[in-house]
């Protein structure tokens, strides 16, 4: 089948924090990935991904950052789940069609895979979304939303951070074992807190279709 969308890349950062202790039992587990119970019996998390460079067919969506907030009831590949995003406001309406079809996965790409999972999508806003990459922290905030900080656990050394390789199939280089150093988010009917829970963070590079 030939793919209805343009040609697509994109290359950037990511990070993640969700409510189950430190390691998640999603990444890690018999059952393979998204395989097994969350640690509370259930998921709420945030997906943060920022843009260092990228197009959609001739859409440049570089500089750009992205959020994705989901609760998925059960075990997380079991699906059911409800999303909310959030788009940098700075994005034009195309630069915000664009980054929405690519990293919800309706471009098809890694998140590709997430996109079935999905039940109730609560819909996209435009917000000023901040993010910051220092070292082994990062951070993303959202006015009134999201304030959101976590940080590398300890290495062996002073200078190493604990890699999970294989771990997660949509990010397949450095996976970083974190936690949540500063972790709420308030919208809809949600109210979270994942301070000194599970986080992660990596880089990625992504194309399609």
Same mark, same amino acid.
């Given at each position: 089948?030939v793919? =209805?969308? @343009?040609?697509?890349?994109?290359d950037g950062?990511?990070?993640?924090s !969700?409510?189950?202790d430190v390691?998640c039992p !999603?990444e890690?587990s018999? /059952?393979?990935?998204?395989?097994?119970?969350?640690? /509370?019996g259930?998921?709420?998390?945030?997906f943060?991904?920022?843009v260092?460079n990228?197009?959609y067919? #001739?859409?440049?969506i570089?500089?750009l950052?992205? &959020?994705?907030?989901?609760?998925? @009831?059960?075990?997380? +590949?079991? +699906?059911?789940?409800?999303?909310?995003?959030?788009c #940098?406001e700075r994005a =034009?309406?195309? /630069?915000? *069609? $664009?980054?929405?079809t &690519?990293?919800t996965?309706?471009?098809g790409g890694?998140?590709?895979?997430?996109?079935p999972?999905i039940?109730?999508n609560?819909?996209?806003k %435009?917000?000023p979304? *901040?993010?910051v990459n220092e070292?082994?922290k990062? =951070?993303?905030?959202?006015?009134g939303?999201?304030d959101?900080?976590i940080a590398?656990v300890p290495g062996?050394?002073?200078e190493?951070?604990?890699?999970?390789?294989? $771990?997660?199939?949509m990010f397949? *280089?450095d996976?970083? /074992? $974190? =936690?949540? &150093? %500063?972790?709420?988010?308030k919208?809809? #009917?949600? #109210?979270?807190?994942?301070t +000194?829970?599970c $986080?992660d963070y990596?880089?990625?590079?992504w194309?399609g279709?």
């Amino acid at each position: 089948m030939v793919s =209805s969308h @343009p040609k697509w890349k994109i290359d950037g950062e990511y990070f993640e924090s !969700c409510n189950c202790d430190v390691v998640c039992p !999603c990444e890690v587990s018999p /059952q393979g990935f998204l395989g097994a119970k969350p640690d /509370q019996g259930h998921c709420n998390a945030w997906f943060v991904f920022h843009v260092n460079n990228g197009t959609y067919g #001739d859409v440049s969506i570089g500089g750009l950052n992205f &959020v994705i907030a989901i609760h998925a @009831p059960d075990i997380m +590949g079991l +699906g059911n789940w409800t999303v909310a995003a959030y788009c #940098d406001e700075r994005a =034009s309406a195309e /630069q915000t *069609e $664009a980054l929405a079809t &690519v990293l919800t996965g309706a471009a098809g790409g890694p998140m590709g895979a997430v996109a079935p999972l999905i039940a109730t999508n609560l819909g996209l806003k %435009r917000v000023p979304v *901040e993010y910051v990459n220092e070292g082994k922290k990062r =951070s993303a905030r959202i006015p009134g939303i999201l304030d959101s900080a976590i940080a590398a656990v300890p290495g062996a050394t002073p200078e190493g951070v604990v890699v999970k390789q294989g $771990a997660n199939p949509m990010f397949p *280089e450095d996976w970083v /074992q $974190a =936690s949540g &150093v %500063r972790a709420t988010f308030k919208d809809f #009917d949600f #109210d979270w807190d994942n301070t +000194g829970k599970c $986080a992660d963070y990596a880089p990625f590079h992504w194309t399609g279709p």
